[in-house]
């Protein structure tokens, strides 16, 4: 395989985990959750199972395809430094295991809505709140995990920025992505009451899915070889 595919490849596997990652984390509990209307939670979800139960499907995937992306990576940049690119490998796969570990709190919200006869000795109002916990949960698990979302950015950005056919503000959005995810946590677990501004989180945006596009279109292709026309 050329280095030319292997660039399209992993914008195109870039791309899945986007896509995959959106429906998941963001259009999903858009739609169904309000972490602060425990009825209207339960509600939106009992009306909307298939559409819950899609969010953890997809999510399964989007992590699989997250396990798969670092090692098309890593053969795209070994060159430029193999150190580096086995250090962006182990940070982004050591994720997966507590992230698909942590969908289970989602399937445990499926279980509660089941109605078999052990939670008949529940009534409504505390079968919404372990929902609600198990939601809150996820949540929970997703902040601990965004620590390995952040850090894989760090050496990854590394590796586009010196790779010569990426722009390099692609990789420096990486590498600032990576603080942003570190700040969002710290704040969170160290100053709760501290809202973060949203433009904190852009700069991992901007480089993941530019760099995830550039690939996918333009493949290895030197940067001065395209500005000389």
């Known amino acids: 395989m ?9 914008g195109f596997v870039y791309l ?22 425990a009825v209207a939670t339960v509600e939106n979800i009992s009306n909307n199972e298939l559409l819950f139960r899609s969010g953890i499907v997809v999510g399964i995937l989007s992590y699989i395809i997250y396990l798969i992306l670092p090692f098309v990576l890593f053969k795209l940049f070994q060159e430029i430094n193999r150190d580096v690119a086995v250090m962006m ?15 289970v709190n989602k ?7 089941s109605h078999a006869s052990f939670l008949s000795q529940f009534d409504m109002q505390t079968i919404q709140a372990k929902m609600m916990m198990s939601l809150n949960s996820y949540n929970n698990g997703i902040a601990v995990v965004q620590i390995f979302w952040g850090l894989w950015l760090l050496p990854f950005g590394y590796l586009t920025f010196k790779s010569g056919y990426v722009p390099r503000i692609l990789g420096v959005c990486l590498m600032l992505g990576c603080f942003g995810y570190l700040t969002v946590f710290l704040t969170n677990m160290l100053f709760p009451k501290i809202t973060i501004p949203s433009v904190v989180s852009k700069p991992a945006s901007i480089g993941e899915i530019g760099t995830c596009l550039w690939l996918l279109i333009m493949g290895n292709k030197p940067i001065r070889t395209l500005e000389k026309g």
């Open 2 to 10: 050329s280095n030319n595919t292997t660039a399209r490849l992993a």
């Open 89 to 103: 490998v182990v940070l982004s796969v050591v994720s997966v295991p507590v992230s698909l570990f942590n969908m």
């Open 107 to 113: 399937v445990d919200v499926l279980t509660l809505l």
């Open 16 to 37: 899945l985990l986007v896509i995959t990652g959106i429906y998941n984390l963001i259009y999903v509990p858009s739609q169904l959750i309000n972490m602060q209307d």
